[in-house]
């Protein structure tokens, strides 16, 4: 334990007290019996026994939970806060999640209390006004993505791959084969594979061409009659737009195959090119990445479904539609729907950031952002590709991939780079992802940030690369500046631990 100037030095303990941030959680130890963060009125009704009156099931000891004050109980939260890495700090530079600025103004607006009130339950005739908002929301992404068809209710994009996927399904079915397999290129996102996998297909993998497109000739050679369509994320997750896009639709719907987009990487694309105007027949959308509603944490997201025409039919149900007065209803009898895929409309509150943020921009402010994003990873890409490797020379949309192979030659991985980026005050970027770079470093800026927070982004990247020839070994034992330092990765994704332990008597410092 460092000694203080002793002005911070307790007396009773000689402990000295470390700055409030970097205590330890000291929630079990500042207990004591009694103590509450509540205060409630006194009881106006007979105290009834829980144990009497619900039988068995309920406990009888009383949980070994921290008894504590309000104010010992904030300050642990706030504690806690502050040991996490946000977007309001800060750049967060993962590529493939969009982590751009929430704006405020969306957060008050989903607070409007008539919005935010809005009962699930409520008729139809006493909801018009969110079924306004839904509506509007609808018909801005069918306009921003060219297709014909929306359903809002999948909570995620993953979700959205399996509702798009089941809808494929459907319609194959109904046209009295269902098939058997799903292309699915190697740049893909994860959730691509697992989502065909999931939905009962066989998934075929197709190799990347050099420009990490899609060789059109392979492709060709690969769709046959048993193929339900192709899942492509455009532009890829090397940040590469797939510019022979309508060819590879052209060749699918010979087939009788159909042409999934992943649409998470729409940020590159909103209010220049739409996915419904070059082939696409289903899509999904996160509205938690492109259009600004918060994720992390583990939600709620939103993954909107956009598709043709001939698939409307088999949309979940319920489906919003208009009465001839104007008014809006939720339809129910829909004999070919694959049925719901969520609770109620989906999680609406995305709904209304999303919309707040979309009207907010307009056209030319979305298309202004796109545009922003994608210059911000061309200049991040233009001012270290002298440093890092640039394994696609392809143009970069709105990330660049480079891979640690010239820093790999000195010891230094990826993840290193990143662990040490931390050190400068950022959020590391996606590591080692998309598989087929190896030793990935995948940076995606988006259009939040100043030129002045790129400089410095860029200017840590290029002193961890120097430091990687000078003092490797700093970079490799990185993080230096954090609570904690290298966590024995296996080990806490094997056997984390998750929750507080008593010390054992006589253990205790
Ligand atoms: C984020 C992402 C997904 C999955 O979206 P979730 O909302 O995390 O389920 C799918 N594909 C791509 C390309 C992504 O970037």
Redesign the pocket.
């Known amino acids: 334990m460092a000694t203080g100037s002793g002005v911070a030095g307790s007396a009773n303990t000689g402990k000295v007290r470390q700055h409030p941030t970097q205590n330890e959680g000291l929630l079990f130890e500042r207990s004591s019996p009694g103590k509450r963060a509540y205060k409630l009125p006194p009881l106006d009704v007979p105290a009834v026994d829980a144990g009497e009156l619900l039988g068995r099931s309920v406990r009888r000891e009383r949980a070994e939970l921290p008894e504590l004050s309000e104010i010992e109980l904030i300050r642990h939260f706030t504690r806690l806060s502050t040991w996490n890495y946000a977007i309001d700090l800060g750049m967060y530079p993962l590529g493939?999640?969009?982590m751009k600025y929430n704006p405020r103004v969306n957060e008050f607006v989903a607070r409007i209390e008539g919005l935010a009130e809005a009962h699930p339950y409520r008729p139809d005739g006493f909801a018009q006004g969110i079924l306004e908002v839904i509506e509007l929301l609808q018909r801005c992404l069918l306009e921003i993505t060219g297709m014909d068809a929306i359903t809002l209710q999948p909570a995620?994009?993953?979700?959205?791959?399996f509702t798009g996927i089941l809808l494929t399904r459907a319609w194959h079915e109904s046209q009295g084969n269902a098939r058997k397999k799903i292309l699915i290129p190697d740049s893909?996102?994860g959730?691509?594979p697992a989502t065909a996998a999931f939905s009962g297909y066989l998934v075929e993998n197709i190799k990347s061409n050099a420009e990490g497109g899609i060789d059109l000739d392979v492709l060709a050679s690969r769709v046959d009659e048993d193929t339900a369509a192709l899942m492509l994320?455009n532009p890829s997750?090397l940040g590469v737009f797939e510019s022979e896009i309508h060819k590879i639709a052209d060749i699918l719907h010979a087939k009788g195959a159909l042409l999934y987009m992943?649409g998470?990487?729409m940020n590159a694309l909103v209010g220049k090119v739409r996915p419904g105007d070059f082939g696409v027949d289903v899509m999904h959308l996160?509205l938690?990445?492109t259009f600004s509603t918060p994720?992390g944490g583990g939600g709620p997201?939103s993954?909107p479904v956009a598709c043709k025409g001939f698939l409307e039919p088999f949309l979940p149900v319920p489906v919003l539609v208009r009465n001839q007065d104007g008014t809006k209803r939720w339809e129910y009898d829909r004999p070919q729907s694959i049925g719901r895929v969520r609770a109620f409309y989906g999680n609406t509150g995305m709904f209304i950031r999303a919309l707040a943020y979309i009207l907010a921009n307009g056209p030319d402010g979305l298309r202004q952002t796109t545009e922003d994003a994608v210059l911000n990873a061309n200049y991040i890409r233009r001012k270290l590709e002298d440093v890092y490797e640039l394994p696609y020379k392809t143009a970069s949309m709105h990330e660049v991939v480079f891979s640690d192979k010239r820093q790999a030659a000195r010891g230094v991985k990826t993840g290193d780079i990143a662990k040490r980026l931390i050190d400068y005050g950022f959020h590391p970027y996606t590591v080692s992802f998309p598989l087929i770079v190896h030793g990935a470093l995948m940076i995606e800026p988006t259009e939040s940030e100043s030129r002045e927070e790129l400089d410095q982004f860029i200017d840590a990247m290029r002193r961890i690369a120097q430091e990687v020839e000078e003092n490797p070994e700093l970079v490799k034992t990185a993080p230096h500046t954090t609570r904690v330092s290298r966590l024995d990765e296996v080990q806490a994704a094997r056997k984390p631990v998750l929750r507080w332990k008593k010390p054992e008597a006589g253990t205790e410092s």
Not at 156 to 161: L, Q
């Open positions: 493939s999640c969009t995620a994009g993953a979700h959205g791959e893909a996102h959730t691509n994320t997750t992943d998470a990487n996160n938690h990445k994720h997201g993954g």
